[in-house]
């Protein structure tokens, strides 16, 4: 069973991101404060789950948290700034909009940009952990996933509804074959080289 919190009294928010290592798409992130008698035997870190599992945990989430809140930071804005900056921007756009303002945030992972006037804790692994971090896992998975979906209908040829623009050998072999899409993040490896190419 996952732990319920950290110190006990405070209001905690479990921030992760979802999207990280894409070659395409947004970087999406989530903060989720639960209340402190949140219990669900299925919660667990979203890579553990699978697709039905993290669609049945969704909507349980979204209407017993105290607070949620979900941002995505675009492709664009990615190659702008870099994926890590970009995560953080996500977690943050995602705390600013938290309805109850937490005195802690837990941070999935081992290192965070500070969110000024809340001090943080990383938890490396911490989705597997804390239920609050595992819920922000859910919540950020979830909601990248559908969007994800509905690019698949712009672009098939890439078969996101499979990968989600995640690295797969079938998408690689898809960006050799039909370069990249507007969504693809041309700053990582193979999209580079796509560009490249087709100079």
């Known amino acids: 069973m996952l732990k319920r919190f950290f110190k006990k009294?405070?209001?905690e928010a479990g921030c992760d991101e979802?999207?990280?290592?894409c070659l395409a798409g947004p970087v999406f992130a989530a903060a989720v404060i639960l209340p402190p008698t949140f219990k669900n035997e299925l919660l667990n870190d979203s890579k553990q789950l699978t697709e039905v599992q993290r669609d049945v945990l969704r909507p349980l989430i979204e209407k017993k948290a105290l607070a949620w809140a979900v941002a995505m930071v675009d492709h664009e804005e990615i190659d702008r700034i870099n994926i890590l900056k970009a995560s953080f921007k996500a977690m943050h756009m995602a705390i600013?909009?938290?309805?109850?303002r937490p005195d802690l945030l837990l941070i999935d992972g081992h290192i965070f940009s500070p969110y000024f006037g809340i001090v943080h804790q990383c938890v490396v692994h911490g989705d597997a952990?804390?239920?609050s971090i595992a819920a922000a896992s859910v919540l950020a998975k979830t909601h990248r996933?559908?969007?994800?979906?509905?690019?698949?209908?712009?672009?098939?040829?890439?078969s996101w509804n499979e990968n989600k623009g995640y690295g797969t050998a079938v998408?690689?072999?898809q960006i050799s074959a039909f370069g990249i899409s507007?969504?693809?993040?041309?700053t990582f490896g193979i999209c580079k080289e796509a560009q490249i190419h087709a100079k």
Do not use: S, V
């Open 18 to 21: 979802a999207g990280r290592g």
């Open 129 to 131: 952990i804390y239920a």
């Open 171 to 173: 998408h690689r072999e």
């Open 9 to 11: 009294g405070l209001i």
């Open 182 to 186: 507007p969504y693809h993040r041309r």
């Open 96 to 100: 600013d909009q938290l309805p109850l």
């Open 145 to 158: 996933d559908e969007y994800m979906m509905q690019l698949h209908e712009q672009y098939p040829q890439y």
